[in-house]
Structures are given as structure tokens and as C-alpha cells.
């Protein structure tokens, strides 16, 4: 018999006590400018996205951003000016896409703040619940900081056919696994009594290929899909 897609796909989710980073409760997603990897603070109080001086400058010299003169000033929430080293037009790789965003480049904490003039310009959604930015062409995944539980999903890498009546191990992804504690729990959450994810205890520091055990309970074959949860 001929494999047919699932009416509803097996969902996992990762599950910790705590996140080993040293932020705060903000949502942050991972990013890169050029040479330089960031950590990215979504914050929808800001109105304009913000890059640390710091992280701007260890861009390569060949590709950093010219910074042009602010003619303004700018303070934090409790009052106190921020030092502005300028203004600069950037590509912030996100996803599987390429953002250009003018940014003001200061003096902060956060390697970047992403701002509301990002927000309103790329992104359609937030889903908070899965700690996802939903943009016009793909799907951002973030995570939460410090002294937080945190939940994610897992995702299939590759196009996989479960036999009827069979078990196979699942090569997936889990976005953001860097930003887990260093042991998770990865367990169903979908009411597909067909197709069933085995729940089990992962190492997400040294685990680099994560396969999961899922079983066909049906009477038919039954194909996943890359990306689907």
C-alpha cells in the first residue's frame, strides 16, 4: 500500500527546569551578522533595533557597517542616557533569511534588541506558547532566558516512511538546543493514537544527532515530513 501523510503529525516537545544562560526572562533568538553569532532580545518596548558597539566592532573589517553620526539622544527604561556610537544599516541572518534593519549602535548590554520597527516591518506573528517569530517567509524559534522552563519542539530533518505495524529511529532537530539544560525530557504531546513518539531522556549538550523512536500502530504506512513537528 502506497504511504499516505499523516492526518496529524507525531508532536514532541523538550522540556527543562532551568536554561544555563545568563539573561533574564526575555525571549531571545539566535542570529548572525557577517562573521559574528548573537544573541538576539525580542522586545516589542523598544522602538528601534538596537546592536552592542561591542558585537558591531567584531565584525570583519571588510564587511563591518559604516556607522553614520545620530543626531539624537537615547535613554534606558530607568533614565540614564545610553552612549550612541552611530547609526548603520545591517543584515541580520534569522531562520533561513536575511533581514536588513537600520540599527542604532550603543552602548548595551544584549548583544542586539530587536525593536518594534523590525517587528511591524518583517514579522506577522509571536507565538509565545512555542516561542516562535512568525515572519512573512519563515519560522524564527527562540527561547527563554535565564531561571525558566523551558519547552520546544523537535523536528524532522529528512522525508521518513513508517511501515505499518513498525517502529523507526528519527533523525530531528531541536531549535535552539544550545539554550537547554543539559539534560531534557522529549515526550508526546499529540492525541494521534497510531502514530506514537517513545518518550526519553536526552543529552542535549553532547547529543549532536538526536533520533527519536516512533512507532506505526496502523494498519498503513505512514510518511513524515522535514520540518514537521
Known amino acids: 500500500m502506497a504511504p499516505k501523510r499523516a492526518q496529524q503529525q507525531p508532536s514532541s516537545n523538550s522540556t527543562t527546569t532551568e536554561s544555563t544562560s545568563n539573561y533574564d526572562n526575555g525571549l531571545y533568538t ?7 553569532k548573537l544573541d538576539l532580545l525580542v522586545d516589542s518596548g523598544s522602538s528601534c533595533t538596537l546592536l552592542s558597539f561591542s ?44 533581514y536588513q534593519q537600520n540599527v542604532i549602535v550603543c552602548d548595551i548590554t544584549p548583544d542586539s534588541i530587536l ?32 531561571k525558566s522552563s523551558m519547552v520546544r519542539r523537535v523536528l524532522v530533518t529528512t522525508k521518513v516512511d513508517i511501515p505499518a505495524h513498525s517502529s523507526m529511529w528519527v533523525s530531528v532537530k531541536i531549535p535552539s538546543q544550545e539554550h537547554l539544560s543539559p539534560v531534557a525530557l522529549v515526550e508526546p504531546v499529540a492525541q494521534n493514537q497510531s502514530v506514537q513518539l517513545v518518550a526519553v531522556v536526552i543529552q542535549t549538550e553532547t547529543m549532536n544527532d538526536v533520533k527519536l523512536n516512533i512507532v506505526n500502530y496502523s494498519d498503513e504506512s505512514v510518511t513524515l515530513y522535514p520540518k514537521t513537528v
Open 115 to 146: 525593536g518594534q520597527d523590525f517587528m511591524l516591518k518583517y514579522v506577522k506573528h509571536v507565538d509565545y506558547e512555542r516561542y516562535i517569530i512568525q515572519t512573512r517567509h519563515d519560522q524564527i524559534h527562540c527561547w527563554v532566558g535565564r
Open 55 to 98: 558585537k558591531g566592532n567584531d565584525i570583519n573589517d571588510n564587511i563591518r557597517p559604516k556607522l553614520t553620526k545620530a543626531n539624537f539622544s537615547m535613554k534606558d527604561v530607568k533614565g540614564s542616557s545610553i552612549l550612541i556610537h552611530g547609526v548603520a544599516t545591517v543584515n541580520f541572518k534569522l531562520g533561513e533569511g536575511e
Open 30 to 36: 539566535s542570529s548572525q551578522i557577517g562573521n559574528i
